[in-house]
């Protein structure tokens, strides 16, 4: 059984830590949700991000997510690939340090990453972006640019495919995302 590394925190994105999550256990991938800091059995609170017409998003309270893994215990070469969650836990995760050696680690192993929209700013923290089109949600762009990455503005309901990493600009994207993901990570879906 292939095992998934996933990168979540407080105030994370609603869908893009449940939604994934179930979604990757479906296909029978053994996945590890993991923040700094806590341990298995501790929740974070969650945040429901809408599009209601406002120049941004709002934000109102998600549910509590149980994270299933210790984040202390994670031996990072025991995993076949990383998804990392958006919302507002990426502004915070950005400065753990082991946490940008592990998404390090993923691109210097060539092995399928998965970041969706402000879950990309631990990627151009951990300065792995330079040279790849990936995407993000429209506010992290300019981060994106200044970290030499080639930012690709698509619609929320798409997502790009760079080698081993697929990126989306928010939650509308999860059926491009995790196609995506699951394509790069070999799958094989028969229907």
Known sequence: MKKILFLTGDFTEDYETMVPFQMLQMVGYEVHTVCPNK???NTIKTAIHDFEGDQTYTE???HNFVLNYTFDDVVVADYDG???AGGRAPEYLRLNNTLIEM???FFNE????AAVCHG???LTAADVVRGRK???YPAVAPEVKMAGGEFQDIPAD???????LVTSPAWPGHPELIKGFLDIMGAKINL
């Open 158 to 164: 798409k997502a790009i495919i760079d080698g081993n």
């Open 120 to 122: 990309i700013q631990i």
């Open 134 to 136: 990936l995407t993000a």
């Open 39 to 41: 341990k298995k059995g």
């Open 82 to 84: 990383l998804v990392i």
């Open 60 to 62: 109102k309270p998600g």
């Open 110 to 113: 060539n092995k399928p990453v």
């Open 103 to 105: 998404v390090k680690y």
